[in-house]
């Protein structure tokens, strides 16, 4: 049972919070459901019970979704441990796949037997066995004079016990994560599951359809799904590849409605969103918004610019690229958005007018004063420095830390440093060797000499140009007293002089390695500039920033604390931190701009009006057309007689969202949450309910694609389908 006491302080004082955070706002802790959300999300229209969302006394939704990777979810829909996620997620596993005589990117890919689903070696799923408040034990009895580090030294040390204690001899594994900035701690005992395979996928001209074009936009028609699955040993429990395990059987899976929805109906989102931070003061946002977006943006600009040209050159650069092209495209869109949200809602002038608020509360009696009144100045004296490291850290991962080469190159140093030991091992030599070889393959594979040289002239220009000069690398010294400035004159000297331009010679030297040839390597200019730079990086900027953002944490778990106190009558959510959360909205449209008006859901129809053959993102498979001109639906048509695509709703999300179920209100999957809407990208610093909206595959798009498109009706007979 769970033991109701361990519920932490904040239960105290949500429990009996007036409604102040609209109803659509917060991702909200499962366990705690019962207590803070259950009535409302009932009055809201939820047919089932918080305990059918989160149990550890009998199966529950959440034993139906997992973290898929390292930050996407997906959702266990049959009784053979079939999953569902996003296509942009399965992306890269896809990719991998993927050749010129194999392109499953292009062309999609589907198992019509077990024995042809696909293994994707480092691809695993986390499924959430229970979670448990442990703040009581983490935080008992530390004494409010000592220093932070030692502090945090006590907390690392209870948490390391407690997660000792948590797993035992099983083969769980734990982590403890902090809430409300350290304010509280919960423990998260999961099971990893090594052995996924991938089931099937469509076209990307299905579920890549929009590209980059649609991305973070509605309205969309996206088929954002792939599929995949668990498997696992004899006894039902996670184990590495091999040809003998055997799919697994999941405590529980999604039932899927095809019954649809209409607007204003109630949805919810269950899921691992990544991070967001809605309680940061005015200086983070200035800091954010201000200088980090506008270098992330103008550096993508320039990287996406020559990726996205020689893409279309060929299609053997199109597949090697399109992975890293999607990575790079989806942040520089949302930091664009996020930055014009920040500004339509005027965000910086709502903190400081909080913040003005906040310091009269904080100064006006001598017990107060005494624990917050020097909290905002500090705050301001902090991020004044921080602001100028954050620039710094910005350019350099954006330029350096952005080309193959460099990262080609740097992966050789644990290799040269075991080689200069004195009494260096063979045997760690050869099993470095071996991994660094596979490593180096498939980073080879997805390799092109003239984009890289390109993307790393470019970047450097940037980041040399516009960088402060308190903060340049040494290198930089080099090239303006040896190159008197010229980045391309050195871009040529070293892709021309270093042995990382070339697979094969690398793969030569590797294959024929001998302990002393570490010096071929430490001697490369490649391999000299990508340890010089990390160098800089983990010695220069590193410590300084961890001082600094150490000092924020501090002040955040303080701040937090304070701003509890000061609306005693405000129900807070803690801020996303990629563990399991519930968020719940309606569907529902909005309007965008003056005069402009979304509706809650689009139609196949719409991707027909969209084709266009001279835009790659919007070309249209013959296959589909033809099953929309015969209206060939079967039963995944909504009772308009339409095949609806997507949907939006009011659900808050966040990056780790992405193919997350959402359930209506019988708790049966009617979406695959993909994305949000342009305007609402600032959802991460601040919720605005008239525009931020969740953007949905409809699940009986995806049925259909599966179905009527792909032929593969067997992976529909898996699943439990509710008409």
Not at 304 to 323: E, N, P, V, W
Not at 409 to 425: M, N, Q
Not at 470 to 476: D, E
Request: a negative charge.
């Amino acid at each position: 049972m769970v033991n109701t006491m361990r519920r932490g302080w904040f239960i105290v004082l949500l429990a009996a919070a007036s409604w102040t955070v609209k109803a659509e706002e917060g991702m909200w802790i499962p366990m705690l459901l019962g207590d803070l959300n259950e009535e409302e999300m009932i009055a809201m229209g939820m047919r089932i019970s918080a305990e059918d969302i989160y149990s550890v006394n009998h199966s529950s939704l959440k034993d139906a979704v997992v973290v898929f990777g390292g930050g996407c979810t997906a959702e266990i829909v049959s009784t053979q441990g079939l999953i569902l996620t996003n296509h942009h997620c399965g992306y890269g596993s896809i990719q991998r796949h993927s050749s010129l005589e194999y392109d499953y990117l292009t062309e999609g890919y589907w198992a019509f037997s077990q024995a042809e689903e696909l293994p994707c070696p480092g691809l695993t799923c986390t499924l959430l066995i229970r979670m448990e408040d442990v703040t009581e034990r983490i935080l008992d009895r530390i004494p409010a004079e000592i220093s932070e580090v030692e502090r945090q030294k006590v907390i690392g040390e209870r948490m390391e016990q407690i997660k000792k204690e948590a797993t035992g001899s099983t083969h769980y594994t734990a982590d403890i994560e902090p809430f409300f900035y350290g304010n509280a701690y919960y423990l998260f005992v999961n099971e990893i599951f090594k052995d996924i395979r991938l089931v099937g996928a469509p076209p990307s001209s299905i579920g890549k359809f929009g590209g980059d074009t649609d991305n973070w936009m509605w309205p969309r028609h996206t088929g954002d799904f792939s599929m995949f699955r668990i498997y696992v040993d004899s006894a039902n429990l996670p184990a590495s590849y091999s040809p003998d395990n055997v799919p697994y059987t999941p405590k529980n899976h999604l039932k899927i409605s095809l019954e649809g929805y209409q607007e204003g109906d109630f949805t919810f989102v269950f899921g691992y969103p990544g991070r967001t931070t809605e309680y940061l003061p005015s200086n983070a946002i200035r800091m954010i918004t201000g200088e980090e977006n506008p270098i992330r943006i103008h550096m993508r600009d320039i990287a996406l610019g020559i990726i996205d040209r020689a893409m279309q050159s060929d299609d053997a650069t199109r597949i090697q690229y399109a992975a890293k092209q999607a990575g790079i495209a989806n942040g520089w869109k949302k930091w664009i958005g996020e930055n014009k949200g920040i500004r339509r809602l005027e965000a910086l002038d709502k903190k400081e007018n909080f913040e003005e608020r906040f310091q009269h509360w904080a100064t006006k009696n001598p017990p107060v004063r005494e624990q917050y009144g020097q909290l905002l100045p500090a705050f301001e004296k902090l991020f004044a420095e921080l602001t100028l490291y954050a620039r710094a850290e910005t350019y350099l991962w954006e330029s350096a830390f952005r080309t193959d080469l460099l990262r080609i190159a740097g992966a050789c140093r644990t290799l040269v440093d075991k080689c200069r030991e004195k009494e260096s091992d063979r045997a760690l030599i050869d099993k470095e060797l071996t991994s660094l070889k596979n490593s180096l393959a498939g980073q080879y594979k997805n390799y092109r000499q003239d984009v890289d040289r390109e993307l790393f002239l470019q970047l450097m220009q940037a980041y040399y140009e516009n960088l402060d000069p308190a903060f340049s690398p040494p290198f930089f010294t080099e090239i303006k007293l040896k190159y008197k400035g010229d980045i391309e004159r050195f871009t040529q000297d070293m892709f021309a002089s270093s042995i990382f331009d070339s697979e094969k010679t690398v793969m030569d030297l590797l294959g024929h390695y001998k302990p002393s040839d570490y010096k071929k390597i430490a001697r490369d200019p490649a391999y000299k500039l990508a340890i010089e730079l990390r160098d800089y990086y983990f010695n220069r900027l590193v410590p300084a920033m961890q001082i600094m953002e150490a000092r924020s944490d501090s002040l955040m778990r303080i701040y937090m604390k304070a701003q509890m106190e000061l609306l005693p009558d405000k129900r807070f959510y803690p801020d996303a931190n990629s563990t399991l959360r519930v968020a719940y909205g309606r569907v529902a449209g909005y309007t965008p701009a003056d005069a402009v008006r979304y509706d809650s859901h689009t139609t196949l129809a719409g991707i027909i009006m969209k084709e266009d053959s001279d835009i790659y993102d919007y070309a249209v498979n013959d296959r589909l057309k033809e099953l929309y001109s015969k209206a060939d639906y079967g039963r995944y048509a909504d009772q308009d007689g339409t095949i609806h695509t997507c949907f939006i709703a009011t659900n808050h999300t966040s990056g780790g969202n992405s193919g997350s179920p959402v359930l209506n209100a019988q708790g049966h999957l009617i979406g695959i949450n993909f994305d949000r809407c342009w305007e609402g990208t600032m959802s991460d610093l601040m919720y605005d309910p008239d525009m931020c909206r969740n953007i949905s595959l409809d699940i009986r798009y995806c049925l259909f694609i599966i179905d009527k498109f792909a032929g593969a009706t067997h992976l529909i007979n898996e699943m439990t389908l509710v008409e």
